[in-house]
């Protein structure tokens, strides 16, 4: 890339961060130190508000970067990832949403926890969220790496790394300095400039082939080197059973992993009551229901006038399609349209990765401190001291994820945030829902239930070709790769579900009937909820 798109995107994202940490800034002036205000934001938000937040947190830089490179590279195949991602939120919005704001305080495990024995469950809950989180704040460092590699021209390794150590540096001072109050402000000013940029792009496409969107898809078949197989099913997924099995297990995982996700279940705690969650969600369906619509225009048309070959030596995983997009729909490299709209995109880019790891930092900060640290000193850790602790978990996870964002430089943001969903899918959702529906669930069932989809999720992934024995593994050159499959969520999903009845059928506790119909009671009608 020219000077002028370094010094442009450089400018636009350097305006953004001011105006976050000048949110920031404020909000730490004006905070009490509680634990509510520290991880609820007060529970002051609006749905509207929280409905932005929401979309702000999970349209993040797999959506933007990662599923318009996939369809871009895979056409057909690609859209998985949008059609998952969306269909998700029908599980949250039934399932999830309402019961889950009613049960809780902050966190997950304090559902669980509300009819169970609280410190094993709640020390299984939060070494699961936080497992979670850390997998999915790697995709977003990887997605900040592509971009600056984009920027340099494909130069500079150095430059990469330390971008990836500057957005971990933000995100920590966020969290640190403003928690969930201005990392929910940073939130709804991110999503309204990814849905304006979006939607600017989008328009941009469709006017380039005259509102035709038949005349769009035929252009990208013919660019991407497939012909008329880019528009159907089979490309990525299709080759043989294992690339089928592979489909389905991702499937499976982007549908039921949204509900298990840390970072997503804490902002039901940010509005005052149920209904509030319940309407907070609806927003964030329409919201993010037109941007994955808009990322299937954007990966078709990255691939129509960029060019498949182009994008792929660009950035092996396709993470660079839209900046290339951008950047061919302003002029080319060396107009000024060009120019601009490239930097808008990258700003807008480098926005969506810092708000995304500032969510997710804060909400597995958040487990370290009230499920971990808390229960393992339940009689000391009195509030103020808690959010100290978060404060420094927060540290501690930003130093985790650099590393592994730094390993992992080389992968698809969609396929990592993948592994995120059917770790979440395996340990937090079976467990979320036996607690919310099943009278006979116990304590030995809640940890079982959690470990029993956490341990084979990471195991399987670790056995995988994600991890060796191909040339596109983190670690090509050896090979003990055993599981075919690169998403787990097929195997390790229904074990959760399987180990937490296991757990229950061996158990001898006797379930505590009483605290069944408190929390049913409270889940249904919120009667005593916090």
């Not at 749905?47 to 979309?55: D, S, Y």
């Not at 005259?210 to 880019?230: C, N, V």
């Not at 954007?298 to 070959?309: K, P, Q, R, S």
């Not at 698809?412 to 006979?440: D, E, I, T």
Request: charged share 10%; hydrophobic share 55%.
């Amino acid at each position: 890339m020219t000077g002028d798109h370094q010094t442009l995107a450089l400018l636009l994202f350097s305006a953004f961060v001011a105006v976050t940490l000048a949110i920031t800034t404020w909000v730490s002036r004006h905070r009490h130190g509680s634990a509510e205000e520290f991880y609820a934001g007060g529970r002051l938000f609006s749905p509207l508000e929280n409905g932005f937040a929401i979309a702000g947190d999970y349209m993040s830089a797999a959506s933007f970067l990662g599923i318009s490179g996939l369809i871009a590279l895979y056409g057909y195949d690609g859209l998985l990832y949008s059609v998952g991602f969306l269909v998700a939120w029908l599980v949250v919005l039934f399932l999830v949403a309402e019961l889950v704001r009613n049960c809780g305080r902050f966190t997950l495990a304090d559902v669980v926890a509300a009819r169970m024995s609280e410190r094993p469950v709640r020390i299984a809950a939060g070494t699961s969220s936080v497992t979670v989180s850390v997998l999915y704040l790697v995709a977003q460092m990887v997605g900040a790496g592509s971009l600056v590699a984009l920027l340099l021209g494909g130069q500079g390794e150095a430059a990469q790394t330390w971008t990836v150590i500057g957005v971990g540096a933000l995100m920590v001072i966020y969290v640190s300095l403003g928690g969930m109050r201005a990392t929910t402000w940073i939130q709804i000013v991110k999503a309204v400039l990814l849905l304006g940029g979006t939607i600017t792009l989008t328009v941009l496409v469709l006017v380039r082939f005259h509102g035709d969107f038949d005349a769009l898809l035929l252009t990208a078949a013919e660019r991407s080197g497939h012909g008329e197989s880019f528009l159907a099913p089979g490309l990525k997924y299709g080759a043989d059973w294992t690339a089928r099995f592979d489909f389905i297990s991702l499937g499976i995982a982007l549908v039921l992993g949204t509900a298990g996700l840390p970072h997503i279940l804490s902002r039901f705690y940010t509005v005052p009551t149920a209904r509030a969650a319940r309407r907070s969600v609806v927003w964030a369906i329409g919201l993010i229901g037109g941007f994955y619509l808009m990322t299937i225009v954007l990966g078709f048309g990255a691939a129509a006038i960029v060019g498949t070959d182009e994008v792929r030596g660009s950035n092996a995983a396709g993470n660079t399609a839209v900046p290339l997009l951008a950047l061919d729909l302003g002029g080319g490299a060396e107009s000024a349209g060009g120019t601009v709209l490239f930097a808008v995109v990258a700003a807008v880019a480098f926005a969506t990765i810092l708000a995304v790891v500032a969510g997710i930092t804060l909400a597995s900060s958040a487990s370290v401190a009230h499920d971990l640290y808390a229960s393992l000193r339940r009689r000391h850790a009195k509030p103020r001291s808690e959010v100290a602790v978060a404060r420094v978990a927060a540290v501690g996870i930003g130093v985790v994820a650099i590393a592994l964002g730094l390993l992992a430089r080389d992968l698809n943001v969609a396929f990592l945030v993948g592994l995120a969903f059917a770790v979440a899918a395996s340990a937090n959702l079976p467990v979320l829902l036996y607690s919310l529906f099943w009278r006979g669930f116990t304590t030995r069932g809640a940890v079982w239930s959690v470990y029993g989809g956490l341990i084979p999720a990471i195991t399987l992934v670790l056995l995988s070709p994600v991890v060796s024995g191909s040339p596109e593994s983190l670690f090509p050159g050896v090979d003990f790769q055993v599981f075919p499959l690169q998403n787990p969520g097929i195997v390790s999903i229904p074990l959760g579900f399987l180990a937490g009845w296991l757990g229950t059928a061996t158990s001898a506790e006797v379930p505590d009937e009483a605290k069944h119909a408190e929390t049913e009671v409270r889940s249904l009608t919120g009667a005593g909820a916090a």
